[in-house]
C-alpha cells in the first residue's frame, strides 16, 4: 500500500499542476474522458505486469492515473463553474438583488465590502435576471460614485445571515494584470465570487431594505460578536485589529502600517491563523483529554473509557476535531487546511496501527488539500505552508524534545533552518526577504504562541484577557518597529525566472537534509543564481517602456541602459492604499528598479495616488513636477518644478519636457493644464507622455515649434472628449496610442468617439484593461506586448 501512496499523491499535484497552466478550458466530455481512459490504462497496467519491472510499471500507472484524474476533476469543476458566470448584458444596469450578508463584513473609512449570497434579482422594469450564487460588494458611504457632489449616508451596521433587498450595479471579476503582480481575478475564481459590484444608495435611487435575520451562516455571525466584542474591550484600534486576526482570521482588521512592519521582519505568518496556532491548540486539547481518558477509572470505575477506546486515539481525535473546528472559525484559510489535514491524517494512522514515513504524509495531505481547492496551488500560502513543513520532516526537527534545553536548542535549529531555507521562496514569491527575520521570530514565535495568542482564546471566557493580550502585542509591536526601522531589514532581489527559483528549492532542501558537509555544500551553490540574478535592460541607445495596469489612472516605467524613469505614480484606492504600494513598487522591486527620477505630472490623485509608497521606496530619486508649493504631496520630499526647456540624455536616450512653461504657472490655470508633458527619443524613434493635458495645451504645443512627432503615445487625459483633437494627432503621428483606463469607469473612457479619431489614423490603440501591463521597445516600434496575453489562463476576464 505504501508504494501506492506517494506515486499517487505525486501525480495528483502534477495533474493538478498542469490543468491551472491552461488558457482556454476544454469541454466538460473531454476531462470525463480522459478519466475513464486513464482507468483503463490503469487496470491494465496493474492485471498484467509482474516482477520488479512491473513494479516500475505499476508506480508510473499509479502516477500517471492520478495526474490525468486531478486534472479531469479540476477542469469539471472550472467547466462548472464558468457556467454561471455574469451576463456581460447585465453590466454596469442598476439591479434589485435580494439576498443574505455571507461573512464577515469588512470596514474601511465609511464603507463596507461583503460577500452576497443571491436568492433572487430584477432589472427595474420587474423582470426577473439569472446572476452568479454570489457577489462580492460595496457599500460606499461619504461620495455617490467618486463625485464630491453627490454625497450619500454611509452603511449601515451588517451582519452575517441578515437578508437584504439592494440596489447594486454589477460587473465582471476584472482585476489589474501585471508583470509578478497578485492576480486578483484569480482570487475572486477561488473564493467563488463571478461578479463584484456595489450599492446605488443615492437620492434618486430605492433605498436599501433590511428583510429580517435568518439563520444562515452562523459561523460568520459568531465571528463578527466576537470581533465587535474585542473592539468594546481594546481601546486602540490598531492592536485590537491584530487581536482579532489571531482570534477570529480576520486579517484585514489589521492595519497597512502593522502589515509592513510584520512583512519587513519576517513575522507575518505569526498575525493571522496559521498551522502553529492550530497545532498549539489541537496539542493543548489532546493532552487535556488524554490526561482526563487515563484517569477515567476515578469517575467511572466499573467500565474505564480506555477498555472501549485507547487514551491516545481518544486524545488524537479530539486534537484533530478541535483544529477542525478551530479553522472553519477562523476563516479555513490554506496553512489550517494543511494542519488540519495533517492531524486528521496523523489520527487516521494512529487509529489502523500505520507508520508511515512522514513524508509520505506530507505528500498525501498536499493532495488532499489540492483535491478539494486546485487553485490554492496558485496561492504563495501554500507554498510557504507546505515548503515550511516539509523542511522539518527532512532535517529531523520533528523529533521530541525532553528538556527545556532541548527545546531552546530545537528552536533554534527550526527557526535557523526556516529563516535560510524558506529565504529562496520568498525572494522568489515576493522579491525580498527579511535579513532581521530570524532574531524577530526567535522573540515573536514563543511570545505569540505561549502568551498573546492563548490570552485571545481566554477572552472569550473572560474579556478582560483581550486588555493583557493587546499590552503584550503593544510590546511586540514597539520591537518589532525598531528591528523593521534599521537599514537593512529587508533585502531586495530582482524575479529570477522558474528554473532558476526551482533549482533554489531543490537547493535549500539538499542543505536541511542530514547528509554528508559536500553534498550540502554543492545545495548551497545551487542557490547562488538566484541571489545574483539581474533583470535584462535595453541596449545603449534603445529604451523600454511599461504601462502599468492599475486602473483609472498614469503610471509608466521608462527604462534605458542603465536608468530609469517613472511617469506618474497611479492612483489612490482608498486611505489603506494605492497604486504605488499595491502595483508599482512590487513591480520595481521584482525587476530590481533603481529610479533616478520620478515625473509626477499633476496633482490629481489618479496621478499622484501612488506618490508617498514610491518616494518612500526610491528615496534617491529626483523628482519633476507641476504640484504647487503648498500641496500636501510636497511634504513627501524635495521636488523640482518641470518647464518647457528641460533636457538631458541619459545612455543615449534624449528626454525634453515640452510643457508646461514658467509663464503657464503664473497664470493659475487647472491642475490638468499644468501636466508635466515629456517626449523621450533615440535615433529615429520617440514617445510622447501627454498627462491629462487639453485641447488647449495641444494648441499651445502645435504652436510651440516643438518636434511632437512619436511612434508611441500616452493618450491625453485617458481618452476623454476634451484631449486628442485632429490636429494634435496628424502632428504626433504615433503608430502605438496606450489608454490607461479603469474597466468600466465612471468617466466612459476612453470615449467612443476620440478612439474613432486614432482608428481613422490607422493608429493601433492600447486599452490597458484589455492589454493588462504593456510592454514596447523603441526598437520595435509598432510591437506591443500585452501581459494578458502572455499568460493567458481561463480565470481571467475577456471582453
Known sequence: MFSVITPLALGWIAGTALQLQQAPLSAGEVYWGLSAAALAMAFAVVRFTRGL?????????WFALAAVLAFAQAGVRASHYAQSALNPALEGRTLQVVGIVANLPQRVEDSARFRFEVASARESDGALVQLPPQLLIGWYGNRLNGSDDKLQPPPVDLHPGDRWQLAVRL????????PYGFDYELWLWEQGLQATGYVRNGAKDTPPQWLGSTWAHPVERLRQRVRSAIDAHVADRAVAGIVAALLVGDQAAIERADWDVFRATGVAHLMAISGLHITGLAWLAALCVGWLWRRSDVWSPRQPWSLWLPAPIAASACAAGVALAYAVFTGWGVPAQRTVWMLGMVMLLRVYGLRWPLMQVWLTVCAVVLALDPWALMQAGFWLSFVAVGVLFASGSHAPANTVWASAQRMWREQWLMSVCLAPLTLLLFHQVSVVGLFANLLAVPWVTLVVTPLCLLGLVLPFAWSMAAEALQWLVWLLKACAGVSWAQWSAPAAPLWVGAAALVGMGVWALRVPMWLRWFGVALVLPVLSWQTPRPAHGTFELVAA????????????ATHSLLYDTGPRYSAETDAGQRVLVPLLRAWGERLDRIVISHQDSDHSGGAPAVMAMQPQAGVLTSIATEHPLQQLGAMQRCERGQLWTWDGVQFEVLHPSASDYERKLKPNALSCVLRVSAHNTSALLAGDIEAAQEQDLLQSDQALQADWLLVPHHGSATSSTPAFLEAVQPSVAIVQAGYRNRFGHPRPDVLRRYS?????????????ASTWHSEQP??????????????????
Open 53 to 61: 519491472a512491473g513494479v516500475w510499471l505499476q508506480a508510473a500507472a
Open 171 to 178: 460587473k465582471a471579476p476584472h482585476g489589474h494584470i501585471n
Open 549 to 560: 495596469d492599475m486602473g483609472q489612472g498614469h503610471a509608466v516605467l521608462v527604462r534605458t
Open 760 to 772: 481613422d489614423l490607422g493608429v493601433l490603440v492600447v486599452q490597458t484593461p484589455r492589454c493588462g
Open 782 to 799: 509598432k510591437l506591443v506586448q500585452c501581459e494578458r496575453n502572455q499568460r493567458q489562463r481561463y480565470w481571467q476576464h475577456v471582453f
